[in-house]
């Protein structure tokens, strides 16, 4: 089991950038694809990027394409999500995600370790 911790959540106005670390703890962490999901205001927790073992390969929702960047720092056990050009509908409950087995088109079924979450908020 791996555990998770985010920060660097908060508010932040429309256009705005905010960067968001996941440190983890436990068992092997740079084994495994890393990914970050998210879950607004009633509804369902969806997808928003992935990252390979390496750090080399990502994977982006379509909606996140362009303006997110996800990487990680095995030294440092730690993912990153730089969010850019940040918008409204952006507004969530940013949670960071482990011990994945794929970090093409994720399921949230395929990570193993889960983070408290940390919220964003973008205002208009």
């Known amino acids: 089991h791996v555990h998770l911790v985010e920060s660097g959540g908060g508010l932040v106005q429309a256009g705005g950038s905010l960067r968001l670390s996941c440190a983890a703890s436990?068992?092997?962490?740079?084994?495994?694809?890393m990914g970050w999901f998210r879950q607004a205001p009633g509804k369902h927790r969806e997808f928003v990027a992935a990252?390979?073992?390496?750090?080399?390969?990502?994977y982006y929702a379509d909606s996140v394409k362009g303006r997110f960047t996800i990487s990680r720092d095995n030294a440092k056990n730690t993912v990153y999500l730089q969010m850019n050009s940040l918008k409204p509908e952006d507004t969530a409950v940013y949670y960071c995600?482990?011990?994945?087995?794929?970090?093409?088109?994720?399921?949230?079924?395929?990570?193993?370790?889960w983070g408290q979450g940390t919220q964003v908020t973008v205002s208009s």
């Open positions: 995600a482990a011990d994945g087995s794929s970090w093409y088109k994720p399921i949230q079924a395929e990570f193993g370790s």
């Open positions: 436990g068992r092997t962490f740079n084994s495994r694809a």
């Open positions: 990252v390979s073992w390496s750090g080399g390969n990502t």
